[in-house]
């Protein structure tokens, strides 16, 4: 889980990530071992068509340098509101530092910086905001996206039957406890991103599940124009 950045009236204002930013990498092992790191990489191999990406809340950076090392050509804008997050994800990708541009913003306020973005990345994002902000931000990206663009997201979920009721909907909100602890993180459940991005116009093409469902890999496109139904 992770982020969003600036106050604005009306909203809560946005978790700090600062203090996690260092042990992030150490946590996120000894609670999930390799399986956030297998979830994020699911579909690495789609993405080397990609020239314009806007990746939001990476946390420390290591996608980040991965999709760099995996396609040569792409350029991209980074997003998040932990400035300890930013400085981590910018020694990861220092190599590549021509083709990283960072911005400290919140991720429910902000304008995409240079569009149109024909990649979009949100591992362990989503989960930080309501399901109305994730629609906002679908909306968003939507009009900021080419009509071929992919977005890739890893999330939690809570699977159907008795391993979502009893192992993952409790584990999910322990870590809900957890990070309001470490990061004033207000938000206490997973928003329904699935309907927000179908809202919004996207459609899910490719996923994988790890750990019964717990953890998802999803990868959406946008949904062609409807065709139209006066013509013969």
């Known amino acids: 889980m992770k982020r969003g950045s600036m106050k604005s009236p009306g909203r809560m204002p946005p978790p700090n990530f600062n203090r996690v930013a260092l042990p992030y990498k150490w946590m996120e092992l000894a609670s999930f071992g390799p399986w956030l790191w297998r979830c994020r990489c699911a579909f690495l191999d789609d993405l080397g068509a990609g020239r314009n990406a806007l990746i939001l809340g990476d946390g420390d950076g290591r996608f980040t340098a991965r999709l760099l090392k995996q396609n040569s050509a792409v350029q991209i804008d ?11 994800l910018s020694r990861a990708t220092c190599d590549q530092s021509d083709r990283v541009r960072l911005h400290l913003a919140d991720a429910r306020l902000f ?28 909306a968003r990206l939507r009009e900021s996206a080419t009509p071929s663009a992919l977005w890739l997201i890893s999330e939690f979920a809570v699977p159907r039957g008795w391993f979502g009721l009893l192992i993952a909907r409790p584990l999910i909100a322990a870590l809900y406890f957890a990070f309001w602890l470490l990061t004033g993180l207000s938000v206490r459940r997973l928003p329904n991103h699935r309907a927000a991005l179908m809202q919004a116009g996207f459609s899910m093409t490719r996923q994988r599940k790890w750990l019964a469902g717990l953890l998802v890999s999803e990868l959406w496109t946008i949904d062609p124009p409807a065709a139209d139904s006066s013509r013969s």
Do not use: G, K, W
């Open 78 to 88: 980074a997003i998040d509101a932990s400035r300890a997050m930013l400085q981590a």
């Open 111 to 138: 304008n995409p910086p240079r569009p149109p973005y024909d990649l979009v990345v949100t591992h362990f994002f989503l989960d930080c905001l309501t399901s109305e902000e994730v629609a906002a931000l679908a």
